[in-house]
């Protein structure tokens, strides 16, 4: 009688999945596609979430975008990288910002502390660092309306969501939980210790804030699937006492267990393994820059032709993975390059760099 291992097919083989003939394809599961072309996508998250916009639009993917920065400030820019999602929610680095961002589009909770004065100026404590601040709450409340009206918008008809977990750090109140993107005082207001507590996630907090979320969202938009990753990119500071290095090995760690956790529960759910092919052993040392935290072009690359190739193609059928890729890098000429989007994933983390 042949032992378990025997039936195993060569992708359960670290000798012939891994050490000969390695491609990033066969790690994804399942024989559904990630992406269909019929699909209106939305995405949030961190690092990757941004960065993937370009690439599935210049596939032929629809990308949902129901904001859109207002006609006097659209040609000013905005340099947090707000409007590089489908609403304007900016860069969402923890389940737990994410679940309350939909509780509040939806009236189920609102912030003790929905706004901050800075000067003249009225400042959305969860997009601290936008451009064109309010110059008065009424001006402010108007605008939060309008926005969260257009993240439930982008959540309830969309009809895949792929989001990046970041991070288990964050800043929350002390008295309601609110969760912040980045640490009060770091791009404005001041910081508070009585007010202000650091929190670290652990995977079963993680994965019950993700479970939360989508069961929401299913109550009104009950065929979303859901595309989870968790982003490469290392803390670029830690609040806690472990050095930044093991910092990020729990941080990473307990995200990759959540969204396992999270797609064994939920039904039409999928992991994509954005962080196996930039992070495991089997990656390219120039996976990384120099600095041993931004994701290279090359990587980057790597990353979406796997995604693009579990995906359907422009004839309605997903490439066979064991065929070779014709999608090997970045379109070029007149197409966003690759290293533009390594620039755009170093933009889309700036706010979390203001910790440094």
């Not at 993975?321 to 889309?348: C, G, N």
Request: net charge negative; proline share 6%.
């Amino acid at each position: 009688m042949k032992n378990p291992y025997q039936y195993q097919p060569p992708r359960s083989f670290w000798s012939s999945a891994v050490a000969r003939d390695f491609d990033p394809i066969h790690l994804v599961d399942g024989d559904e596609p990630l992406l269909r072309l019929v699909d209106r996508i939305v995405s949030a998250g961190s690092c990757f979430a941004s960065n993937l916009v370009p690439w599935i639009e210049r596939a032929g993917f629809t990308y949902l975008r129901t904001e859109s920065p207002v006609a006097a400030f659209a040609s000013g820019g905005e340099n947090l990288g707000y409007a590089n999602f489908s609403a304007a929610y900016g860069n969402i680095y923890t389940a737990r910002q994410l679940l309350q961002l939909y509780k509040r589009a939806i009236g189920q909770f609102a912030p003790r502390d929905p706004y901050w004065f800075q000067g003249t100026h009225v400042v959305d404590p969860f997009r601290p660092g936008l451009r064109f601040p309010a110059e008065s709450v009424e001006e402010f409340i108007r605008l939060t309306d309008q926005h969260l009206s257009c993240v439930r918008q982008a959540f309830e008809t969309a009809t895949v969501m792929i989001f990046t977990l970041g991070l288990t750090e964050f800043w929350e109140d002390s008295q309601d939980g609110t969760a912040y993107p980045s640490c009060p005082g770091t791009i404005s207001r001041t910081f508070d210790p009585r007010r202000y507590r650091f929190r670290n996630q652990s995977v079963e907090e993680v994965a019950a804030d993700v479970i939360e979320f989508i069961s929401l969202v299913k109550l009104l938009n009950p065929d979303l699937r859901l595309v989870l990753t968790v982003s490469p990119v290392p803390l670029v500071a830690t609040a806690g006492s472990k050095h930044v290095l093991a910092a990020t090995t729990y941080s990473k760690s307990v995200l990759r267990v959540a969204a396992d956790e999270v797609c064994r529960q939920v039904g039409n759910s999928h992991y994509f393994p954005a962080y196996e092919i930039v992070t495991g052993s089997q990656a390219p040392h120039d996976s990384f820059e120099a600095d041993r935290r931004s994701v290279s072009e090359s990587a980057i690359a790597s990353v979406m032709r796997a995604l693009l190739l579990n995906s359907e193609n422009s004839d309605g059928q997903v490439h066979h993975p064991s065929k070779p890729s014709t999608i090997q890098q970045a379109p070029t000429s007149d197409s966003v390059s690759a290293q533009e989007l390594s620039l755009r994933l170093a933009e889309a983390e700036c706010d979390e760099v203001m910790v440094e």
